[in-house]
């Protein structure tokens, strides 16, 4: 089992960057993929970015270009850099830890507005 606590949320004004941080309670390279996933109000939870033991990443074609994931292995942490930021990137974002054995993990949620 793991533990996921992500910190990093607020509020920004279009154009504006933020960074999330998702803290894991194991080593996460021990975990097959980590990955950032929002849902906006009355909408779906929907992947934003991945990043796989081995460093491959995947990004929503939404985001490409302008948020960045990556890690810190000593740290157990992942992070989401988002720059450029539109008011279409308001939701609460997700951290997830999914192992290829099918077990999945989600983190509390942490609130990313974007103003106009």
């Known amino acids: 089992q793991v533990q996921l606590v992500e910190s990093g949320g607020g509020l920004v004004q279009a154009g504006g960057s933020l960074r999330l941080s998702c803290a894991a309670s194991?080593?996460?390279?021990?975990?097959?993929?980590m990955g950032w996933f929002r849902q906006a109000p009355g909408k779906q939870r929907d992947l934003v970015a991945t990043?796989?033991?081995?460093?491959?990443?995947n990004y929503a074609d939404s985001v490409k270009g302008r948020f960045t994931i990556s890690r810190d292995s000593a740290k157990n942490t992942v992070y989401l850099q988002m720059d450029s930021l539109k008011p279409e990137d308001t939701a609460v974002y997700y951290c997830?830890?999914?192992?290829?054995?099918?077990?999945?993990?989600w983190g509390q949620g942490t609130q990313v507005t974007v103003s106009s």
């Open positions: 990043i796989t033991r081995l460093g491959t990443t």
């Open positions: 194991r080593s996460i390279l021990s975990i097959s993929r």
């Open positions: 997830n830890a999914y192992y290829y054995s099918g077990e999945n993990y």
